[in-house]
């Protein structure tokens, strides 16, 4: 017995190092990918503004929080964020509770439409707003009224946006919740108003306030939105930092707005981290699919009644007016404009930025699928430590951190041996992955923190290696998730602007860049192609949206 206990006890210490140079070897590639294609360009361009004269000048973070024009955007800045994620709560909290509660036909499919906004890209979310509230627009030809040189285009544009944000963190959650505590309540004489204020509510406090954070971390970053529907009026931290980059040239400036969204976004994934560690750990969940009901008496259906009104007039129909804005020339000419290249500012063919949008999407999304799972793997490990969990937190920095500022700091940084890639068409792929790598992770880290980890040991004291440990136990049971990550990625990819509007080279143009060049020239025809550019993108999301829903499980989280 003895014997036996010493040779547990000799295999238990090997898989413990063994455990610990796995966790390591986890870490080196995104480590490295983060700190050479993130950090390093990031650094690199914010080093260059600050020394501007030749020394660090960090009295220049006062001298430009001091200027009026800098005040402005900031103050903008945050107060659209703050107005975009409370209308956003007050629109998608209704069909959060839908979703979650109530069962009705189509649902899986209106589920889908529903995410559609979200991987779309700004600049077809713009384009999309500016067919239908711009001039010439619908609401132009059918009352005359034009929003698009107001704030409220901007604000229901990302309404639009983060629908889905609010839908599927909040809704995820609530479909969960066991409702006979809610009946109980109930049961002991308490209003239905006043049992979900005190039982529902709080349960699903961390989870509204996760899906607020988030909403306000991609508004207050918000960039092709406001840069198409906000004009010379409304600029935000990122479209401030992009014109004084790429048009006054002002990198130091550029630099300390950079820094100044920098802190912002850190401060925002702290407390969002925090709120999530809470809805992680507090509640007790039941499986989802006994939670949802046919809807009873009038006020359910109401509501649901309400909520397919809103989805249609809010997401439905700027797709639908983008879509027909682009067949309004007679045989489909705008479409046909789009295999040549006479009179526009691209050397070639616009037609082709569909081919180079899939071929960097593919690229990214590898990069994206291998960084992100085994980032995602070494968070999973039980013996992962603090600097490993709030590796955890970083990863989400690219979603927040200026676009503008990684796309440039990469021209900065990487044009030199050993990484001299500026020239090359690995750099715009490399950027897209960066976006893409979060979403991996947050789809596969709940479904990897679901697997049994007596499984894992006991393949390892049968004398596994980590690698085969992986294949054997962690792949089969991620292997949905690890597809829903890589369509996720894909999607993104396809979308990434604001960092990709730098390096993309004018023979090798994206979509979403070749339709911001578009609307930036004068003229119908260019108006149109851009419409029909971006319905082509919006197409290729949704069908990869349509995709993910028939492979998506309750497991393979939120996003």
Do not use: K
Not at 489 to 497: K, M, N, R
């Amino acid at each position: 017995m003895d014997l036996a206990r010493t040779e547990v006890s000799e295999v238990s210490g090997r898989g413990s190092r063994a455990g610990s140079a796995a966790r390591l070897g986890l870490m080196a590639v995104p480590v490295a990918f983060f700190a050479v294609f993130f950090a390093y360009p990031v650094a690199a361009i914010v080093a260059r503004g600050l020394g501007a004269d030749g020394g660090w000048r960090f009295g220049a973070l006062w001298d430009v929080l001091a200027q009026s024009g800098i005040r402005h955007v900031l103050w903008f800045t945050t107060w659209q964020a703050l107005a975009s994620t409370a209308l956003t709560l007050l629109v998608a909290l209704p069909a959060a509770y839908v979703f979650a509660r109530l069962e009705f036909p189509g649902r899986q499919v209106l589920r889908a439409v529903v995410t559609v906004p979200f991987v779309l890209p700004t600049v077809v979310v713009g384009t999309a707003f500016l067919a239908l509230v711009g001039r010439g627009g619908l609401l132009d030809d059918l009352w005359g009224v034009r929003l698009d040189t107001t704030v409220w285009a901007i604000l229901l544009a990302h309404v639009f946006f983060n629908y889905a944000v609010v839908v599927r963190t909040v809704g995820g959650l609530w479909s969960q919740l066991d409702p006979r505590q809610e009946e109980a309540a109930r049961m002991l004489g308490a209003s239905r108003l006043t049992a979900w204020r005190t039982v529902t509510l709080p349960a699903l406090g961390p989870a509204v306030a996760a899906a607020a954070l988030m909403v306000f971390l991609f508004t207050f970053t918000s960039f092709g939105v406001v840069q198409i529907l906000g004009g010379p009026t409304f600029s935000t931290l990122e479209v401030e930092i992009y014109r004084q980059t790429s048009e006054i040239f002002d990198l130091s400036t550029a630099a300390v707005l950079t820094l100044v969204q920098f802190a912002a976004v850190g401060a925002i994934l702290g407390v969002h981290a925090w709120t999530v560690r809470r809805r992680e750990s507090a509640l007790r969940l039941v499986d989802a699919s006994t939670t949802a009901r046919r809807p009873r008496g009038a006020g359910q259906w109401a509501l649901l009644a309400g909520v397919l009104a809103t989805i249609a007039v809010l997401l439905v129909l700027p797709l639908a007016v983008l879509a027909q804005r682009s067949f309004d020339a007679p045989g489909f000419a705008y479409y046909r404009a789009l295999t040549s290249d006479d009179g526009n500012v691209f050397l070639v063919p616009p037609i082709e930025a569909i081919g180079n949008s899939l071929e960097y999407a593919v690229v990214a999304t590898a990069i994206a699928v291998l960084v992100g799972g085994l980032a995602a793997a070494a968070l999973t490990r039980r013996d992962a430590g603090r600097l490993v969990r709030g590796f955890d937190a970083l990863l989400m920095l690219p979603l927040g951190v200026s676009a503008v500022t990684v796309g440039f700091g990469f021209l900065i940084a990487l044009d030199e041996p050993p990484l001299d890639l500026r020239g090359t068409w690995i750099l715009v792929a490399l950027a897209q992955a960066l976006v893409g790598v979060p979403f991996v992770v947050r789809t596969m880290l709940p479904v990897l923190r679901a697997v049994d980890h007596r499984l894992r040991e006991a393949a390892a004291v049968l004398g596994a290696s980590p690698w085969r440990v992986w294949r054997e136990v962690d792949l089969p049971m991620v292997r949905r998730a690890l597809l829903v990550a890589a369509g996720f990625a894909f999607a993104v990819s396809l979308g990434e602007f604001g960092a990709t509007v730098f390096i993309a080279r004018p023979d090798n143009p994206t979509l979403p860049v070749a339709v911001a060049r578009l609307l930036g020239r004068a003229g119908e025809l260019n108006y149109g192609q851009a419409m029909a550019l971006s319905t082509i993108l919006m197409v290729v999301c949704a069908v990869a949206l349509l995709v993910l829903e028939r492979l998506r499980t309750d497991r393979a989280g939120d996003f």
